[in-house]
């Protein structure tokens, strides 16, 4: 069933990971237009979904007003989980700016950790990665059997097929909230600190750690 999911729809994937896993399931989100449109059909397929959301305590104020927003204009539930670090003890141990001296450990600490957490409680992860967003992420399955701490984590990526224009498609043509942030440059948007805005078009992730070799926070490459 899992292989012959690679050329499921959207709609196609979310069903059966929802019927496959039930209340074990969850989507994860930062909020991106990709989020948003996965957490729309999500909450049609099974209204009351569960979303996840990391706040690393770093994020956009517009990133934050966006969990009101999309309660209030779709059936999710969201979760907000923070990292068990606060960030004024994060300081105290690596100084104000572990984000700038070693990025990776920053997000060891503020994204990682709080994910692998939330992982504990799921037997499938939901998420909007798509094939078009670099090549870290080019050749991603539908469902992909990973091994988290030693436990079986089935991730599903219901609109890897999709590009970045079915997205914004999508979210304009169903009147969809998003981060005003989009409008001002930002083609991808993570925490305040590591973002840029980026009109590169072939790219829609050059504005994040910009200057930096660092192209993903770990989330999906070490999950
Ligand atoms: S994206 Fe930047 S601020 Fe956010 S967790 Fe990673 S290094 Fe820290």
Redesign the pocket.
């Known amino acids: 069933m899992e292989t012959s999911l690679e050329t499921a729809t959207a709609h196609e994937a979310l069903s059966w990971v929802f019927e496959t896993f039930g209340e074990r399931t969850a989507l994860s989100t930062a909020f991106g237009p990709g989020g948003v449109a996965l957490m729309h059909l999500a909450s049609q397929v099974n209204p009351g979904a569960k979303v996840f959301f990391i706040d ?1 305590g ?1 994020h956009f104020d517009e990133t934050l007003d966006m969990i009101q927003r999309i309660q209030t204009r779709m059936p999710v539930d969201i979760e907000v989980v923070e990292p068990t670090l606060s960030l004024e003890r994060q300081a105290l141990i690596h100084g104000d700016a572990l ?1 700038v001296l070693n ?1 990776d450990q ?2 060891e600490l ?2 990682i950790e709080p994910t692998k957490r939330m992982l504990t409680r799921l037997d499938a992860w939901v998420t909007a990665l798509r094939r078009d967003q670099g090549p870290t992420r080019a050749k991603l399955p539908v469902v992909d059997v990973r091994e988290v701490d030693g436990r079986r984590l089935v991730k599903v990526n219901p609109l890897v097929t999709w590009t970045r224009k079915d997205v914004w498609q999508h979210v304009h043509a169903h009147g969809l909230p998003y981060t005003p942030l989009h409008d001002r440059g930002y083609s991808s948007v ?2 305040r ?2 973002t840029r805005p980026s009109r590169d078009g072939t790219d829609e992730r050059a504005g994040r750690w910009a200057g930096r070799k660092k192209t993903e ?1 770990g989330m999906h490459t070490q999950i």
Do not use: A, L
């Open positions: 690393t770093f984000h990025p920053c997000c503020r994204k993570g925490c600190p590591c926070c």
